[in-house]
């Protein structure tokens, strides 16, 4: 199993900038696809940013391409989210996500393992 423990959030005016982490314990972030998602007050969580280890690709929602960037650094086993040009829209609950073995996923179901969010509040 893997441990997940987000943290970054916080409150930003629209047009900064926050970059949250995504911090795994148990076993290495190789064994695993990973994934950011976000939930608003009254709506479904939604995809934001996915990793898989085959080739190193990254996807975004349209939302939020060219604004936010997935990067992982091994040696520390974390996962952060780049979130730059931040929108009022962009308020929710972020959360990090694990799925077992490599192909990564934009459905929410298909992850075996969550964080427990943090909260990004983005001021008009």
């Known amino acids: 199993q893997v441990q997940l423990v987000e943290s970054g959030g916080g409150l930003v005016q629209a047009g900064g900038s926050l970059r949250l982490s995504c911090a795994a314990s148990?076993?290495?972030?190789?064994?695993?696809?990973l994934g950011w998602f976000r939930q608003a007050p009254e709506k479904e969580r939604e995809f934001v940013a996915c990793?898989?280890?085959?080739?190193?690709?990254?996807y975004y929602a349209d939302s939020v391409k060219g604004r936010f960037t997935i990067s992982i650094d091994n040696a520390k086993n974390t996962m952060y989210l780049q979130m730059d040009s931040l929108k009022s829209d962009d308020t929710a609950v972020y959360y990090c996500?694990?799925?077992?073995?490599?192909?990564?996923?934009?459905?929410?179901?298909?992850?075996?393992?969550w964080g427990q969010g943090t909260q990004v509040t983005v001021s008009s």
């Open positions: 996500a694990a799925r077992e073995g490599s192909s990564a996923s934009d459905v929410p179901e298909r992850y075996d393992y």
């Open positions: 148990g076993r290495t972030y190789r064994n695993y696809a």
């Open positions: 990793f898989s280890w085959i080739g190193g690709t990254t």
